[in-house]
């Protein structure tokens, strides 16, 4: 765990009993303090001017303001905080545009609780939460090729490569660090430089373009047994 102290978590969901029942659920577990419980994006916004937030649990349905458009923001104005979609959607298109704003993963309303607990550690610890609804949408975006990247293929370097496939094992940038025996301010600049190399805007962008581009192989990993049903590697 990257955190020494209590991981601080936000939920915004319009549904009060679910909202409070998730709150309580939360704060049940270890190391998790549920510090913001919004009905709503606003509501959400000022209390992030006093709350400091690690990891927010968002639906993208919500009254007032979009989700979806409240995730551009939160990566512009409060960077540093991990967001994960907790939705009912089953739209395709849009959970794919959402993993393209630099969400950590999305987790089904109709999941298990214990996948709650499992996503928000991992975006805590700044990994990708490769879920099976995670593994699907790379599926369904390979074989429907919705996303217009640049037709030409980007040469990586091995170190590159390497990195590409440790983040799709769900490693972090001091895991991934130590693996390559690099610095984590090393690793930060080498996806940054992918992305720009690539054209694309976030971690999960950089693993679709890896999938399309044959550099990581889904049914390589599945036979290798490196996913799982519940989610882990």
Request: a neutral charge; charged letters at 25%.
């Amino acid at each position: 765990m990257l955190f020494s102290s209590r991981i601080n978590v936000a939920l915004v969901d319009d549904h009060t009993l679910f909202r409070k029942t998730l709150k309580n659920y939360i704060t049940t577990a270890s190391n998790f303090n549920v510090v913001v419980h919004s009905p709503n994006i606003p509501d959400l916004f000022n209390n992030l001017k006093e709350f400091k937030v690690h990891v927010l649990l968002m639906d993208i349905y919500m009254p007032l303001v979009n989700g979806n458009e409240a995730i551009h923001v939160l990566s512009s104005e409060y960077p540093d905080i991990k967001v994960l979609v907790l939705s009912m959607c089953s739209d395709m298109n849009l959970l794919s545009e959402i993993l393209d704003s630099g969400v950590y993963g999305i987790v089904s309303k109709t999941d298990e609780p214990e996948e709650i607990i499992r996503a928000i550690t991992a975006a805590a610890e700044q990994k990708i939460y490769r879920n099976k609804l995670f593994t699907e949408l790379m599926y369904w975006n390979k074989q429907n090729d919705i996303k217009n990247y640049n037709s030409t293929k980007v040469l990586f370097n091995d170190r590159e490569c390497e990195i590409l496939k440790l983040l799709w094992e769900e490693k972090s940038n001091k895991e991934i660090a130590d693996h390559l025996f690099l610095s984590v301010r090393s690793v930060e600049k080498i996806r940054q430089d992918m992305k720009e190399k690539t054209g694309v805007k976030s971690t999960i962008g950089l693993l679709k373009y890896a999938i399309k581009k044959r550099i990581i192989s889904i049914d390589q990993y599945n036979a290798n047994g490196l996913y799982r049903e519940n989610g882990f590697s």
